[in-house]
Every structure is written in structure tokens, then in C-alpha cells.
């Protein structure tokens, strides 16, 4: 069963160090403008690196959940290279937003895309699981890769 994983919880834990470290540079960034929490308006370079890590927030709960289903149902590697390079797009995409609010788009829309290739393994694997189960089809041999 462990082989059955190992790539996708590498790609976890990778991505919770992520978010560990954006949050840190929220509280560097804090120290540098001296905005004290709760307060999270200050100058334009203290607001884009709070927005960048709250938006890498809102979304990582969804990356994790489309992961996890791509990889189990799909193809474990597929998904963990998919997952990869997410992580270092949502990187781009906080150095990118830290500079310039314009400088986040080009990695948000790269994000997106990976988040909807998750979403079509993760339905294709389930769907595949599905009707071998149920209906005794295996239309598709990709997750014997």
C-alpha cells in the first residue's frame, strides 16, 4: 500500500512547507511595514505578500483534494508530477505578486490549468473505478502504467 503513496505524500508535505514558509514571509513582512496583527492593510508591498499567502491558502486545501484522487484512482506519478509543478508555480506566483500584483498572472493561470488536469484524473480514475466495479468495463489500462 505504501508504494501506492509515497509520491503523493511527498507532494503534501512539500506543499505544507510551502505554506510554512509563505506564512513566514507574512510575518517578516509584518516586522518590515510594522503592521501588528489583526491589522492587514498597510503599504502596497506589505498588502500583495498578505494576499499572495492568503490566496496560496485558499487554494491549497483544493490541490490537496484533487491530488490525492489523481494519484490513487489515475496514476500516482501523473498526479505527483502534476503536483510538483504546481507547488513551484504557486511559488512563481507568490515572488510574482510580492513585486507587482500584475506579476501573479501568468503562474495563476499555469495553477488553474494544473488544478483542472487534477480534476479531469481524478474524475477519469474514479469514473474507471467505477465501472470496472460495478458494470465489470476496464476501459481504461493507464493506471496499470
Known amino acids: 500500500m505504501l508504494e501506492q503513496i509515497h509520491l503523493l505524500a511527498a507532494v503534501t508535505v512539500l506543499g505544507v512547507l510551502e505554506q ?45 483534494a484533487v491530488l490525492w484522487p489523481a494519484g490513487l484512482f489515475f496514476h500516482q506519478g501523473l498526479a505527483a508530477v502534476c503536483g510538483l509543478l504546481y507547488l513551484y508555480a504557486r511559488y512563481l506566483y507568490f515572488t510574482g505578486y510580492k513585486e507587482s500584483a500584475s506579476g501573479r498572472l501568468t503562474p495563476m493561470y499555469f495553477n488553474a490549468g494544473l488544478i483542472w488536469i487534477l480534476i479531469g484524473l481524478s474524475g477519469a480514475g474514479i469514473l474507471h473505478s467505477l465501472l470496472s466495479h460495478y458494470v465489470g468495463l476496464n476501459v481504461l489500462r493507464l493506471m496499470d502504467l
Open 20 to 64: 510554512a514558509y509563505f506564512s513566514l514571509q507574512v510575518i517578516y513582512a509584518r516586522r518590515t511595514y510594522g503592521i501588528s496583527p489583526p491589522k492587514v492593510a498597510g503599504p502596497p508591498e506589505f498588502e500583495r505578500i498578505f494576499r499572495a499567502q492568503v490566496n496560496c491558502s485558499e487554494y491549497f486545501p483544493i490541490f490537496v
